[in-house]
């Protein structure tokens, strides 16, 4: 039986393959080049 986890209420593949110390939640992401960018406007 693993170790009791904290029910932090973030998803476990959420920004698996990004670094950002921000929640997922939050309006603000940090695209691959690790700038942040706003969910609004497309990190495309």
Do not use: D, I, N
Not at 3 to 14: D, F, L, N, S, V
Not at 20 to 36: A, D, F, H, I, M
């Amino acid at each position: 039986m693993t170790e009791p986890r904290p029910h932090t209420g973030q998803r476990p593949t959420a920004a698996a393959s990004t670094t950002t110390k921000l929640p997922w939640w939050s309006p603000v992401q940090y695209s691959s080049r690790g700038e942040p960018v706003t969910r609004r406007r497309a990190p495309r």
